[in-house]
């Protein structure tokens, strides 16, 4: 089951910086959060993760509360291309010793012109 | 280059077919994933291989059957499905695919659209 709980959906303006929230208050000290998108019938694509600091790279920010109990994706200018659907995701161990991605149903965001 | 490459894009079967779905990574990644998503649902692991080995089955039908011939290449071979089976399959591949506090990106393919009639 996935340990994270986000908004179905969202909107924002054109240009202007969209915030998506998630909590994942059960994470343990060395589970990552990673967030993924995904645009209409095509694969999720990666898009940041991080551990306990801020991240940030071309296409977003990453802000972690200093309890890791959730985290804010920022895209800091939007466009149309970025409507999509957010997965925020705490990868936890399988009892194989494999972590995979285990999805949740993420938050639909919408970028409005 | 994070590439992962799926053939074929589309597919449409009878239910009596067998078929077989193809993925491609040349990041020298030794774990590589199958999942399956339903329309308007998210993805839902399937299998995971680690090594060349089959690793998780999250208790999937036995008329989907995995195999992974390298650490480049994995198929889904597909036998006697339903109509329900319809969805996109994806594939994706990491570095490890293991270990608690490593940060192990997965990359997924653009999927395959399964139609079974």
């Known amino acids: 089951d996935a340990k994270t709980t986000q908004p179905p959906s969202m909107d924002c303006a054109e240009g202007r910086a969209a915030n998506l929230p998630c909590n994942h208050s059960?994470?343990?000290?060395?589970?990552?959060v990673y967030w993924y998108r995904q645009i209409h019938s095509q694969g999720p694509q990666y898009i940041i993760h991080?551990?306990?600091n801020n991240e940030t790279n071309e296409m977003a920010s990453l802000i972690i509360t200093e309890d890791r109990k959730s985290s804010t994706l920022i895209l800091p200018h939007a466009t149309l291309r970025d409507t999509a659907v957010y997965y925020c995701?705490?990868?936890?161990?399988?009892?194989?010793?494999?972590?995979?991605?285990?999805f949740g149903k993420g938050t639909r965001l919408s970028v409005i012109a | 280059d994070t590439e992962v490459t799926q053939t074929p894009k589309h597919l449409v079967m009878g239910m009596t077919n067998k078929k077989s779905l193809k993925c491609e990574q040349h990041?020298?990644?030794?774990?590589m994933y199958w999942y399956k998503q339903k329309a308007k649902k998210p993805p839902e692991l399937m299998f995971v291989?680690?090594?060349?080995?089959?690793?998780i089955n999250e208790s999937v039908p036995s008329r989907f059957s995995p195999e992974c011939p390298n650490s480049s290449l994995l198929n889904l071979h597909l036998h006697a499905l339903q109509p329900e089976d319809s969805a996109l399959y994806l594939c994706?591949?990491?570095?490890?695919?293991?270990?608690?506090?490593?940060?192990?990106?997965?990359?997924f393919g653009p999927g395959t659209r399964l139609t079974v009639l």
């Open positions: 991080g551990l306990k």
């Open positions: 291989y680690s090594y060349e080995k089959l690793s």
């Open positions: 990041m020298g990644h030794r774990a």
């Open positions: 994706a591949s990491s570095q490890e695919g293991s270990g608690q506090g490593i940060a192990d990106t997965q990359y």
């Open positions: 995701i705490v990868r936890v161990a399988h009892p194989s010793g494999n972590t995979p991605l285990v």
């Open positions: 059960t994470i343990s000290g060395n589970e990552y």
